[in-house]
T-cell receptor, first 110, second 116 residues
Framework: DAKTTQPTSMDCAEGRAANLPCNHSTISGNEYVYWYRQIHSQGPQYIIHGLKNNETNEMASLIITEDRKSSTLILPHATLRDTAVYYCIVRERTGNQFYFGTGTSLTVIP | NAGVMQNPRHLVRRRGQEARLRCSPMKGHSHVYWYRQLPEEGLKFMVYLQKENIIDESGMPKERFSAEFPKEGPSILRIQQVVRGDSAAYFC??????????????FGQGTRLTVV
């Protein structure tokens, strides 16, 4: 069951920040927000996850609104290698599966 | 620390044969997930296993498909009597457990099954 809504596709200029939005208006208090990406036909790659605080790692930043109904994944300086399908997933930490919806196809343009 | 290892990377089977796909989780991970991705489609959950136990097989086809994760050795996804519609990429992921919490899952590079 899709618990998230993402734009189908986005473009971003190389070197600029890529901001990928995700709506999860029905998220419950014990569900986390995870982001993965899939480059071409490779295995999905874990990017970041969070509960309610903003998170940052070497790959990206995750900004979660105060009401937790939406979030934004930020790639600070997009490169051509960031072209991929990005998936926003909500899941309880005790949950069984990660549900992959249709994601956002991000194209980084030279 | 090696990542999730899947083999073979490519597998060709004739209709009616059996396909066995292997997945070695990351070191220290005791949870395995299998996903299938048909050409030009998204990832579909198949099964979630812990060592020696199937926890959730809600995405597994009722016939011909089975999965196991023995106490020793890799997890195996087995497809009997393959048909052309089984042609897909099969991805395995693994995670560990911290108390009642599952950590994030890490995926392998997949096995591409082609049925001819």
């Amino acid at each position: 069951d899709a618990k998230t809504t993402q734009p189908t596709s986005m473009d971003c200029a190389e070197g600029r920040a890529a901001n990928l939005p995700c709506n999860h208006s029905t998220i419950s208090g014990n569900e986390y927000v995870y982001w993965y990406r899939q480059i071409h036909s490779q295995g999905p790659q874990y990017i970041i996850h969070g509960l309610k605080n903003n998170e940052t790692n070497e790959m990206a930043s995750l900004i979660i609104t105060e009401d937790r109904k939406s979030s934004t994944l930020i790639l600070p300086h997009a490169t051509l290698r960031d072209t991929a399908v990005y998936y926003c997933i909500v899941r309880e930490r005790t949950g069984n599966q990660f549900y992959f919806g249709t994601g956002t196809s991000l194209t980084v343009i030279p | 620390n090696a990542g999730v290892m899947q083999n073979p990377r490519h597998l060709v089977r004739r209709r009616g044969q059996e396909a066995r796909l292997r997945c070695s989780p990351m070191k220290g991970h005791s949870h395995v997930y299998w996903y299938r991705q048909l050409p030009e489609e998204g990832l579909k959950f198949m099964v979630y296993l812990q060592k020696e136990n199937i926890i959730d097989e809600s995405g597994m086809p009722k016939e011909r498909f089975s999965a196991e994760f023995p106490k020793e050795g890799p997890s195996i996804l087995r497809i009997q009597q393959v048909v052309r519609g089984d042609s897909a990429a099969y991805f395995c992921a693994s995670s560990s457990r911290q108390g009642r919490m599952n950590t994030e899952a890490f995926f392998g590079q997949g096995t591409r099954l082609t049925v001819v």
